[in-house]
C-alpha cells in the first residue's frame, strides 16, 4: 500500500494529456457557437454544463465508489440558491459568493453525508433521497428566503468580473464553458489519484479495504463532499444562467434523471455520464415539443433501455467497438493452423466498470 | 415556534384528544404503508421506491371503485386488492428482471414506473386535485371523547389498521406460510429445494406488500386530497419510520410510525414550520445512537 502510494507522484503521466484533452475540449466548445450562432445551441449547451457536472459528479459516487446516491441533486440546488441568495444581497461579487456558495454546499454535505455515509448500498439510496426531499421541503416552507413554490425571483445580477461584462451572454457562455471544463478536470483528477484508486477498493471490495487500514467511512465521506461541491457549481452555472433558483432543482425527479443520465452514458468511460446527459438533453427536448406527458415517455424509455439493453447506450457502442477492435486483432495476427480466437464475450465486457 | 399553544393544547384536554387522534390516523396509515415496504425488504432484499405510488394507485381505485358502487367497502377491497394484483404483475414483469443486478438499476426501474404511474394518474384523473368525501356511512356526528371531538371515521381507519397489522404479525408468526416466508427470507435455495414453489411466494410477499399501501391509500381517500405524486411524501416518511423502528421488524414500524404521526399532529401546533426537520432530527438520532433502528436486530 505504502509503495503504491509513494509510486504515484502528484504530477503523473496521464496529467499533461488530461490537460491537453481538457485544451482542446475547451476550444471546441468555444468554436461551437461561433460555428453555429444560434443562441438556441449556446443555451443548449449551457444547460449541458451544468447537468453535466451534476451527472459527472454523481458518478463519482455512483461509478467510481459504488455509493448509489438517489438525493445528489439536493447539492446541486442548495449551491444554486446559496449563490443566487448571496447574488441578491448585493454585498459581494460573483468569485466571492461562487466560493461560498460551494464551501457552504461542501459543509451541508458534510452534515448529511456524515449521517449517510455510515449506510450500505439500498439504505444509503433511500436514506440520501430522504434528505433531499427535506432540503426540498425547506426551500418550498421557507417562504420568506427562498421565495418557496415560486423559486427565487427578482433576479441574479452580473456584476462585471474583472472588466468581464456576464450580461453578454457570449461571457456569461465563455465563462460557464471555462468553469465547467475545469471542474471535469479537477473531477478527473480526483479519480486517477491515489484517493480515486482507493475508493474504487472500497467499492470492489470493502472488508480488504477496511484490512489494509483505510478509514472505509472517512473516505467515502470525503468523496461524498466532493461530489456534493462539483454538484453545486452546476446549480450555480444554472442559477446564474436562468437567473434564479427553483425548488425543482431539488426535487427527487432532478436526481433520478442524474441517474439515468449515468446509466445512458455507461460506467465504463470516464465522460460516458457527459454523453448520457447530451442524450437525456435531447430526448427532453423533443418529448416536450411533442407531448405533455413527459413521464409517461421517459418512465417508458428508462424501462426498455433498463429491461431490454439491460445497459448503457454508450456502453453498447463501447462493448461493440471492442468486440470489433479484437476481431481486427485477431485478423491481422492470423495464428497458422489454429482456430480464429472467437471475439471477447460480452459478459466479460459487461462486468467491468470505470477502468 | 410556538410553543406555549403546545403547552396550551396538551394541558387542555379537548385539543390533546384532537391531536391524539390525528396523530393515530396519520400514524395508522403509515404504519400500514411501512409494514408493507418492510415485509418485502425483509424477504425479497428490494426497497420497492415505488410504494409510494402504490399507495396513490390505492387512494384512486377506492375513488373510481366508491364512485361506480356508492360503497365504501367496495372502495376499500377494490383499492387493496386492486393495487395488490397490480403489485404482482409489476413484480413478475418488471421488478423480477432486475434481481440480483446492480442497485441502479433496481432505481431506475422505480423511478421510471413513478414517472409512468403518476403522469398516468394524470391523464386518466387529470392533474387537478380530487376529493371522494367521506362515505354516508360514516357521515354520523363525532364521537365525543374527554370533551375532545373524534370523528367516527378516524376510529374505524384506526381499527381497520390494527387488524390488518395484527393479522399480518399472527400470519407471519403463527401459520405455516409465515413459516415458508420466513424461512424464504433466509434461505431462499433450501426453500427452493424442499420442493416449494419460491417464484410464486415471491410474487405473493410482493403482491401483500402492495395490498397494505393499497388498503392505507383506500383508507387515506376519504380525509386526503387526491392528486397525482400524492405518494412521494409518504415514501419519504415511511423510510424514516423503517430507519426509526428498525428494517424488518413489525413493531418497530408500528411503534415509530406512531411517533412521527404524533409528532406531526403536535408538532402542527408548536412548530408548524419545523415539523419535517423535527423528522429528521429523529432520524439522524437514532441512527447515530442506535444505527439498527428502536427495535431492528442487526445493524443496518
Not at chain 1, 448500498?121 to 421565495?147: C, D, K, N, P, R
Amino acid at each position: 500500500m505504502r509503495v503504491s502510494l509513494m509510486r504515484v507522484s502528484p504530477l503523473r503521466a496521464g496529467l499533461a494529456r488530461d490537460v491537453a484533452v481538457a485544451v482542446a475540449g475547451l476550444a471546441l466548445l468555444l468554436a461551437l457557437p461561433m460555428l453555429f450562432p444560434q443562441p438556441a445551441l449556446r443555451d443548449f449547451l449551457i444547460y449541458f454544463f451544468a447537468y453535466g457536472l451534476l451527472a459527472m459528479s454523481l458518478n463519482l459516487l455512483v461509478g467510481l465508489t459504488g455509493l448509489v446516491s438517489f438525493g445528489h441533486a439536493a447539492y446541486f440546488a442548495t449551491g444554486a440558491y446559496a449563490f443566487g441568495l448571496l447574488m441578491q444581497s448585493g454585498l459581494v461579487s460573483i468569485p466571492v459568493a461562487a466560493l461560498a456558495a460551494v464551501g457552504g454546499t461542501a459543509l451541508v454535505a458534510l452534515v448529511i453525508g456524515a449521517i449517510c455515509v455510515r449506510l450500505k448500498e439500498i439504505y444509503f439510496s433511500f436514506i440520501t433521497l430522504a434528505f433531499q426531499m427535506f432540503i426540498h421541503s425547506v426551500i418550498v416552507t421557507w417562504v420568506s428566503l427562498t421565495g418557496g413554490d415560486q423559486g427565487l425571483r427578482g433576479g441574479i445580477p452580473r456584476p462585471p468580473i474583472l472588466g468581464l461584462d456576464l450580461n453578454d451572454a457570449r461571457v456569461l457562455y465563455g465563462t460557464c464553458a471555462v468553469v465547467f471544463v475545469l471542474c471535469i478536470l479537477a473531477m478527473r483528477q480526483v479519480a486517477q489519484s491515489p484517493f480515486g484508486y482507493t475508493l474504487r477498493m472500497i467499492r470492489d471490495n470493502p472488508a480488504r479495504a477496511n484490512f489494509l487500514g483505510v478509514d472505509v467511512t472517512a473516505m467515502k465521506l470525503g468523496i461524498f463532499v466532493f461530489a456534493a461541491a462539483m454538484a453545486s457549481v452546476g446549480g450555480l452555472i444554472l442559477a446564474l444562467f436562468v437567473s434564479g433558483a427553483y425548488p425543482e432543482f431539488a426535487f427527487w425527479t432532478t436526481s433520478g434523471e442524474a441517474i439515468f443520465m449515468i446509466m445512458l452514458g455507461g460506467m465504463k468511460v470516464f465522460l460516458g455520464p457527459l454523453a448520457g446527459t447530451l442524450l437525456l438533453q435531447t430526448l427532453n427536448h423533443y418529448v416536450t415539443i411533442y407531448t405533455e406527458h413527459h413521464g409517461l415517455v421517459l418512465g417508458t424509455v428508462i424501462l426498455v433501455i433498463v429491461l431490454g439493453l439491460r445497459r448503457g447506450l454508450a456502453d453498447v457502442l463501447y462493448d461493440w467497438l471492442q468486440a470489433r477492435r479484437a476481431r481486427r486483432a485477431a485478423a491481422s495476427d492470423p495464428v497458422p493452423g489454429s482456430f480464429e480466437p472467437a471475439p471477447l464475450a460480452d459478459g466479460a465486457l459487461i462486468k467491468g466498470r470505470t477502468v | 415556534m410556538n410553543l406555549e399553544a403546545l403547552v396550551d393544547c396538551l394541558s387542555s384536554a379537548s385539543c390533546a384528544v384532537t391531536q391524539v387522534s390525528t396523530g393515530l390516523i396519520v400514524g395508522m396509515l403509515l404504519f400500514l404503508v411501512t409494514s408493507g415496504l418492510s415485509l418485502i425488504f425483509g424477504v425479497l432484499g428490494i426497497i420497492n421506491f415505488t410504494h409510494g405510488a402504490f399507495y396513490m394507485l390505492g387512494a384512486y381505485f377506492a375513488f373510481t371503485a366508491y364512485a361506480l358502487s356508492g360503497s365504501f367497502l367496495a372502495a376499500m377491497a377494490a383499492g387493496a386488492v386492486g393495487v395488490g394484483l397490480f403489485g404482482m404483475a409489476f413484480e413478475r414483469l418488471i421488478m423480477s428482471r432486475v434481481y440480483g443486478r446492480d442497485i441502479l438499476m433496481q432505481l431506475l426501474v422505480c423511478y421510471a414506473m413513478i414517472l409512468i404511474l403518476d403522469d398516468g394518474v394524470k391523464l386518466l384523473y387529470g392533474g387537478e386535485y380530487r376529493m371522494m368525501g367521506m362515505p354516508d356511512a360514516f357521515a354520523l356526528p363525532p364521537v365525543e371523547i374527554a370533551g375532545g371531538f373524534v370523528p367516527g371515521y378516524y376510529l374505524f381507519m384506526v381499527g381497520i389498521a390494527l387488524a390488518a397489522g395484527l393479522a399480518l404479525w399472527l400470519g407471519i408468526n403463527g401459520t405455516r406460510l409465515g413459516k415458508i416466508v420466513r424461512a424464504l427470507a433466509i434461505n431462499p435455495q433450501m426453500v427452493g429445494a424442499l420442493g416449494i414453489n419460491t417464484t410464486l411466494l415471491y410474487a405473493g410477499v410482493f403482491g401483500l406488500g402492495s395490498l397494505l399501501a393499497g388498503l392505507a391509500g383506500a383508507l387515506a381517500a376519504p380525509i386526503r386530497t387526491l392528486t397525482p405524486g400524492m405518494g412521494l411524501s409518504i415514501l419519504i416518511e415511511s423510510f424514516i419510520v423503517t430507519v426509526i423502528g428498525g428494517m424488518g421488524s413489525i413493531a418497530g414500524a408500528f411503534l415509530a410510525a406512531l411517533l412521527i404521526g404524533f409528532t406531526r399532529a403536535f408538532g402542527a401546533i408548536g412548530f408548524p414550520l419545523f415539523v419535517d426537520g423535527m423528522m429528521f432530527a429523529l432520524m439522524a438520532l437514532v441512527l447515530i445512537v442506535k444505527p439498527s433502528g428502536l427495535l431492528g436486530r442487526e445493524a443496518a
